[in-house]
C-alpha cells in the first residue's frame, strides 16, 4: 500500500473505519475522523473502504495494471 487518502470534506466522523481495521492503521483526530498513521502496516484488506458509507477513503496501491 503505498498512501490512504481521506476525503475529510465526505467523512463524517463515525469511527467505522478506525474500528474496522485489523492492524490498527488509524489514530483518531480527535474528533472521530481517522489519520492514517501506520500506513505500512496495511495489509490492503479493503475493509475501511468498504465500511465507510461516506465513499471518504481511497487506497492508493504500489502496483499499476499495466494492461
Ligand atoms: S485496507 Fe485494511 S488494513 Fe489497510 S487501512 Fe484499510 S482496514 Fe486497515
Ligand atoms: S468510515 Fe468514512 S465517514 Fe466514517 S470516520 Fe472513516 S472515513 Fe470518516
Known amino acids: ?3 490512504i487518502r481521506i476525503d475529510y470534506s465526505k467523512c463524517s466522523g463515525c469511527r467505522l473505519c ?3 481495521c485489523p492492524v490498527k492503521v488509524f489514530e ?6 481517522p489519520k492514517p498513521e501506520r ?3 496495511c495489509i ?4 475501511c473502504m468498504a465500511v465507510c458509507e461516506q465513499g471518504a477513503i481511497e ?3 504500489d502496483w499499476e495494471c499495466s494492461g
Do not use: N, P
Not at 483518531?28 to 475522523?33: A, E, F, K, N, T
Not at 490492503?44 to 475493509?47: K, Q, S
Open 59 to 61: 487506497l492508493v496501491s
Open 44 to 47: 490492503a484488506c479493503i475493509g
Open 1 to 3: 500500500m503505498k498512501e
Open 39 to 41: 500506513i505500512s502496516a
Open 18 to 20: 478506525i474500528e474496522h
Open 28 to 33: 483518531d483526530r480527535g474528533d472521530g475522523r
